[in-house]
């Protein structure tokens, strides 16, 4: 089924451990986003991909990084994991504006 | 950039009521708005959206209207039932340019519909 898959669905690591979460959609959509959410429920849009090879930062400041290397995957890694970055973490794919569809989410808690 | 403000922050009402959430943004490039709804523990889902050229859509219960003049648009939900009870965020995104694609998110509405 075409659609916008996340793992891990849950990750508990420990500080300073490098991890990745991982993203990848089969409805060939070019653009491909990072959204953080907080327990407060906001979204926050961490990075974006316009493409392959194209990836800029959002507007919430972020110590992540992200790389779009193939159409349907975008892998978002944090060198070392903090307790500060626990949160919620969805991806997001689209064509322009329309069929915008997220991910089931990777809920991250650094201990 | 743009920024996108949404009220109220939480809202209860009684199953059969209607319930408004309304939503102010600050980019006049902004034209397309869409809004979605996240119950506990899934994924914000679309339910409806609308383009800057027209005034108001309707989708069985629930219908978004948009008066760009004052950068403002609404959802509205009629005759609500307990499974409306979610997190509901509106959306803003501009037509082109660097930013098209990109929305930006209202802060959240938490809907309680009471039986």
């Known amino acids: 089924e075409a659609d916008i898959y996340q793992t891990p669905r849950y990750l508990v690591i420990g500080t300073g451990k490098k991890i990745t979460l991982e993203c990848s959609q089969t409805?060939?959509?070019?653009?491909m986003y990072w959204y953080q959410q907080d327990p407060g429920m906001e979204l926050h849009l961490i990075h974006y991909?316009?493409?392959?090879?194209?990836?800029e930062k959002g507007d919430l400041s972020s110590e992540s990084t992200v790389s779009r290397i193939r159409t349907e995957h975008f892998p978002l890694t944090l060198e070392s994991a903090r307790p500060s970055h626990t949160s919620q973490y969805l991806c997001?794919?689209?064509?322009?504006?329309?069929?915008?569809?997220f991910g089931s989410g990777t809920r991250l808690t650094v201990v | 950039g743009e920024n996108v403000e949404q009220h109220p922050s939480t809202l209860s009402v009684q199953e059969g009521d209607s319930a408004v959430i309304k939503c102010t943004y600050s980019?006049?490039?902004?034209?397309?708005f869409p809004w979605y709804k996240q119950e506990l523990g899934k994924r914000p889902q679309l339910i409806i959206d609308?383009?800057?050229?027209?005034g108001e859509k309707k989708d069985q219960r629930i219908a978004v209207t948009l008066n760009k003049t004052a950068k403002h648009f609404s959802l509205h939900i009629t005759e609500t039932q307990p499974e409306d009870s979610a997190v509901y965020f509106c959306?803003?995104?501009?037509?082109?340019?660097?930013?098209?694609?990109?929305?930006?998110f209202g802060q959240g509405t938490i809907l309680t519909v009471h039986p």
């Open positions: 997001a794919s689209s064509v322009g504006t329309r069929y915008y569809t």
């Open positions: 409805m060939g959509h070019d653009k």
């Open positions: 980019d006049s490039a902004s034209n397309y």
């Open positions: 991909s316009y493409g392959v090879n194209s990836t």
């Open positions: 609308i383009r800057s050229n027209v």
């Open positions: 959306a803003a995104s501009p037509a082109g340019g660097t930013s098209y694609g990109k929305l930006t």
